[in-house]
């Protein structure tokens, strides 16, 4: 098994589901240890289960992977989020994944304002307050490390009924560029990452015919051959 990560203590928001989930699979089996979070809390639990036999166990005490749960969008969960998983494992995370995200879809001219204060909460303010947290502790211990922020090729784009949307996917986009200036004299690196289209649980909502639109969008893209 690889080991490339072994040294490396991950928080995953959003790793009860989708995305959050696979990259914890995929950091867990290159050999960190992940701290799996998610607001509901059982399907954090569910993908610590899935970690089991990638090298570490599942359960509590710093040598496993392990369940939290908390809502990003509310700072007073991620502090204690951040002090919960210091106090598992004796140290603040180094990878830190943002993937937690929502999306409350509706064309411009009938988007009600708590849509838009729903994303915007979760999507933007929740990578906010998690890359924040992350970053002080991280400061605090000197020991360096890398965040990770998923934005969305929507926030570059736009995409019909996602204004909500892509606002906050643009804000994550700038916020990361503007953290990535400030954390770098203290060895943090901050990133963003932009996914097309990913079949996830959140693209269940997503009508057929928006689909099968963005099926034909990505073939017509696509170069022959490949
Ligand atoms: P997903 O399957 O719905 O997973 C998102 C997870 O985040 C869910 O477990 C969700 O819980 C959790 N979550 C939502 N609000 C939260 C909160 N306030 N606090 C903590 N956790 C919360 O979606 P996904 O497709 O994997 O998306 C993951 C990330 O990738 C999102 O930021 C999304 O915007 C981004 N993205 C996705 C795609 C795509 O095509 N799938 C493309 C580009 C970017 P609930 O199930 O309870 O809501």
């Known amino acids: 098994m690889a080991a490339k990560l072994r040294s490396v203590l991950a928080l995953v928001t959003g790793a009860g589901s989708g995305i959050g989930q ?8 290159e050999g960190a240890l992940v701290a799996a979070s998610d607001r509901d809390g059982a399907a954090a639990e569910e ?31 991620v502090q204690a989020l951040i002090e919960q998983i210091q106090a598992c494992f004796s140290r603040p995370p180094s990878v830190v994944v943002s993937c937690a995200g929502i999306t409350r ?21 929740g990578t906010f307050l998690v890359t924040q947290a992350a970053a002080r502790a991280l400061v605090s211990s000197g020991s360096g490390g890398s965040i990770i922020n998923i934005s969305s090729i929507v926030g570059k784009v736009g995409n019909l009924g996602q204004t909500n949307y892509a606002a906050s996917k643009a804000g994550v986009e700038g916020m ?16 963003s990452i932009l996914p097309g289209f990913i079949i996830t649980p959140m693209t269940k909502k997503v009508p057929q015919k928006v689909l099968d639109r ?11 051959g490949h």
């Open 22 to 29: 696979a990259v914890s699979l995929r950091l867990a089996r």
């Open 47 to 77: 993908t610590i289960r899935l970690l089991v036999g990638t090298g570490r166990d599942a359960g509590a005490g710093p040598g496993c992977h392990a369940a939290f749960q908390a809502d990003v969008a509310q700072a007073g969960a």
């Open 176 to 191: 990361t560029r503007n953290v990535a200036r400030e954390l770098g004299r203290h060895g943090i690196r901050c990133n």
């Open 105 to 125: 879809d509706e064309f411009l001219l009938r988007m009600p304002e708590d849509y838009w204060d729903e994303v915007i909460a979760v999507n933007l303010k």
């Open 214 to 224: 963005e099926v034909s969008s990505c073939n017509s893209h696509r170069v022959p």
